[in-house]
């Protein structure tokens, strides 16, 4: 098959146009920027299961904002430590529908009491305060206890309580790992530990909205094949990334943070997964030619940035020229 690099083949670049559409919209499409579960009346149990994960996708993502805000102390922790609190709400709420409001409300509490100990957490081990850290720290696995004791509480069939200590535990290993690197400056380390906290939240996601959909059957209609499920989540994950590391890139390009180099390697690298991702469908050329638009997409927001943080009014048009007819392009 020939490719061309820009405007021909372009029944193959609608083709992946829709495969990717397929993994971020496809039967679990949602408007709303927390995804919360409100609905009592039957439901996709692919929508439940992408509408869970995006909520703990939040819970992972806001945390990793609040940490590289926080190490750097930049102005805009505030807000983001309110973005990251607000999550624990829509997480709360998300099991209204099937555990009742004071359940939502008690989950909310608990997971609000988790972020604001790994916050203590935080700031005792910036500080290089030892005994606080010690302090915040046991405080902060007792409430990851006392968590997994709530949701096994509510399904025991589905949530075995050592299961659940153990997943808990994990994610707070895991985070507490991530922190730590970045505040030590091992910045290669700290992005790949995210892939990790990333990788286990999804699966924890998936234990309670799979539990849940066992437990209410009724609410819910089956899974699509195998094969779909796969794809759509795939490409999800895919495209999660894709804008978690934009953000990322955003935030260390304008404060010129030490860890811009490592996040923008990363947000690379997802352009590269993403035409992988297709090759099985179009084939390797294909591939690799969405990898070099997506790359190119990249790099021109990095120019757009580049030249409004210098306020170079005509490098921000022609930057802005080029990063648009990209768009088109893709």
């Known amino acids: 098959m020939n490719v061309s690099p820009r405007r021909t083949g372009r029944s193959i670049l609608v083709g992946m146009l829709a495969l990717m559409l397929m ?23 692919l929508t439940f299961q992408d509408n869970m994960r995006k909520l703990w996708e939040d819970h992972v993502t806001w ?16 807000a983001t430590t309110q ?49 606080g850290v010690k302090s915040a720290s046991d405080e902060w696995y007792a409430n990851a206890d006392d968590i997994a004791i709530f949701l096994n509480g509510a399904n025991p069939n589905a949530w075995p309580l050592d299961t659940l200590k153990m997943d808990m535990k994990m994610h707070l290993d895991q985070t507490l790992t991530e922190a730590v690197d970045h505040l030590q400056g091992n910045y290669a380390a700290d992005v790949a530990d995210y892939d990790i906290v990333h ?6 996601a998936d234990t309670i909205s799979a539990g849940i959909i066992s437990q209410f059957p009724d609410r ?17 994950k895919l495209w999660e990334d894709h804008v978690t590391w934009t953000r990322l890139f955003i935030v260390s390009a304008s404060a010129g943070l030490p860890d811009l180099d490592a996040t923008t390697q990363r947000l690379l690298a997802n352009q590269t997964d993403l035409g992988n991702a297709v090759k099985a469908y179009y084939g390797d050329a294909a591939g690799t030619q969405l990898t070099a638009l ?22 921000l048009k022609a930057a802005s020229d080029k990063w648009y007819a990209n768009a088109n392009d893709i």
């Open 220 to 236: 819910f209609t089956a899974l699509p094949s195998a094969a779909e499920v796969s794809l759509h989540l795939t490409m999800r």
């Open 83 to 131: 973005r990251l609190l607000d999550n624990q709400t829509d997480l709360g709420n998300a099991i209204k529908p099937y555990y009742g409001e004071a359940a939502g409300d008690q989950l909310t509490a608990l997971l609000k009491d988790h972020i604001l100990g790994a916050a203590a957490v935080l700031t005792a081990a910036k500080a290089g305060d030892t005994a």
């Open 294 to 315: 997506l790359r190119d997409h990249i790099l021109g927001a990095a120019a757009v940035l580049t030249a409004a943080k210098a306020g170079d009014t005509a490098g």
């Open 23 to 45: 993994g971020l919209v496809g039967p679990a499409a949602t408007t709303s920027s927390a995804a919360t579960v409100t609905q009592t009346t039957t439901m996709s149990a």
């Open 63 to 78: 945390t990793r904002l609040y940490i590289v805000s926080a190490v750097a102390g930049l102005p805009e922790t505030d």
């Open 199 to 204: 990788n286990h939240i999804l699966a924890m």
